[in-house]
Every structure is written in structure tokens, then in C-alpha cells.
């Protein structure tokens, strides 16, 4: 299925600067994702090696991927807690071996950690997705700042411990720009530029507001900034239907619809193909 259309609820077109390419966000682009873990909750253990995570890379950049973003350590519930020297072993040369292959392609690196954001950009990363906000690591956001990478900031609970729990708000789009208010003069003042929001689907929110999120997602960021959406097999939308995270493909592909049509600047997810842009 195939689409052709920019963002009609923001009125400013947004760029970023990866590595001296300017990145022209005015049409959505599509972030696929390459897990090196054994544990993810959907796709564990398929792409942990080198010869399978370059054939998952190519898959996403025909399928219309823009940006492939790598990660080591999964987030969800009950997860493995990863130290630093381990998520480094298990990324090992895959970014670099990527960009060799496929020059043109944008990587973003999923990590919390300042000294894997190194190593990351040593091997020619173009773009920081934290999901911590710079919470877990104190050095997280001077290295990023240092690197001069575009960073994916987002909304999510304070502490590694606490990130699942669910957190009662009297109004979740208030509360979540809230946030992004004081973060973004934080990452200003330690010189990061280009900013990228995500407000944290999955991440110690309700499936009541998770919808409100997608519903009022025009106003996230109050669109100065663009922004990252990421439902894909999320359970708020499979759970409550009863089924599998791989049984909802036509429920997200409607929900990731009304996401770029209420300004999503990028979607993140696991099957690009399910949504070419």
C-alpha cells in the first residue's frame, strides 16, 4: 500500500543535520528497527548476527526505511538490564559493516548509555534515540552534545526502574510538554540543536491514554519541534483486542494513518513495508 502526502497538521517544515546531510522531515519518513537482542519482544534473537542483520538492514531500506535504528538492550517489561560492555559486545561491528553496505542509509542507535553513544558515533552513527531523556546516565546528554548528533528525546518515567509504571495524569498532552519544556532548555543549554520528540507510547502510560496521545497528537511539542511516533506492536492496541502483537497489522496501519496526518515527522516500526510513505 502506497502514500503520498506531507504532514498537514504542522505548518513549519522541520530538518535535521546528520553528520552534514541535511534531512528534510517535511514528509514523513519511515525509522525501521534492527534489534540485536535475544529477548525483544517480537523479533528476538533474529538479527543478533552479523550476516542476519545486514539482510534485516537491506530488507528495511527496500521497504522504504529511511532510517534504521539498532538496538542491543530491550525495554520491555521485564527485561534483561544490559551493562554497557555488553550492549557494546553485542552491537560489535554491525553499524559499521551497515554503513559500508548501504553508504546512503541513516542509523540511529537506541542507548541510554554516554559511553555506547561513543562508540556508536566512532562507528558512524547519524542520529541519538534515548529513551531514558538523559535520566539514566548522568553523562548521557554532555556526550551527545559533544558528538553533535541529532537526538530523539523522550517523555518517560524518571528511573530504569520505574519506566513501566503506570502514572495517573490529569491530562497527558499537558503533561507530557511539560516535560519536553524543561528537557529542551536543558539540551539547549548543553548545546544539542536538533531535537527530535517522542512522546513515549508503551512507556507507563494507560491504553486510555496512549489513545488520547494519538488523538491529540498535534499538539505534542506545541509543533516547534518534530516528532517520533513509535506504537508499532505496542500492546496497548493488541491486548485489548485479544490478540497477538503480529495480528494487528491493518489496526496500526490505521493508527500510524491518523499519526502522520496529526503531524508525525517519523515512524517508527518494525515492518516498513506495511506502510510505504
Do not use: W
Not at 559511553?115 to 538523559?134: C, L, Q
Amino acid at each position: 500500500m502506497n502514500f503520498s502526502f506531507t504532514n498537514s497538521a504542522n505548518s513549519k517544515l522541520f530538518s535535521i543535520n546528520c553528520n552534514g546531510r541535511l534531512i528534510d522531515l517535511s514528509k514523513p519518513k519511515l525509522m525501521g528497527i534492527l534489534n540485536l537482542t535475544p529477548d525483544s519482544f517480537s523479533d528476538g534473537g533474529k538479527f543478533n548476527n552479523e550476516k542476519s542483520a545486514l539482510q534485516q538492514a537491506e530488507n528495511l531500506l527496500k521497504n522504504g526505511a529511511t532510517i534504521i535504528d539498532i538496538g542491543a538492550q530491550s525495554t520491555r517489561p521485564n527485561s534483561e538490564y544490559l551493562k554497557v560492555d555488553e550492549e557494546i559486545r553485542r552491537i560489535g561491528n554491525i553499524i559499521s559493516l551497515i554503513k559500508k553496505e548501504f553508504p546512503e542509509s541513516l542509523i540511529s542507535l537506541d542507548t541510554f548509555y554516554s559511553d555506547v553513544v561513543r562508540f556508536g558515533h566512532d562507528e558512524g552513527i547519524d542520529i541519538v534515540n534515548d529513551i531514558s531523556a538523559g535520566q539514566f546516565d548522568p553523562e548521557l546528554l554532555n556526550t551527545v552534545a559533544e558528538t553533535g548528533l541529532p537526538y530523539i528525546l523522550m517523555h518517560i518515567n524518571p528511573t530504569y526502574g520505574s519506566m513501566h509504571e503506570k502514572i495517573r495524569f490529569d491530562d497527558i498532552i499537558l503533561s507530557i510538554n511539560r516535560f519536553f519544556s524543561e528537557k529542551i532548555l536543558e539540551l539547549k543549554q548543553k548545546g544539542i540543536k536538533d531535537i527530535i520528540l517522542d512522546p513515549g507510547f508503551g512507556f507507563g502510560k494507560t491504553v486510555e491514554d496512549q489513545y488520547k496521545m494519538i488523538d491529540e497528537f498535534e499538539y505534542v511539542g506545541f509543533g516547534k519541534y518534530p516528532v517520533l511516533a513509535g506504537i508499532s506492536k505496542k500492546s496497548f492496541i493488541y491486548k485489548p483486542l485479544g490478540k497477538l502483537a503480529n495480528e494487528v497489522e491493518k489496526e496500526t496501519l490505521d493508527l500510524h494513518l491518523k499519526l502522520i496526518e496529526k503531524g508525525a515527522n517519523i515512524i517508527r516500526l518494525h515492518d516498513p513495508q506495511t506502510l510505504k510513505l
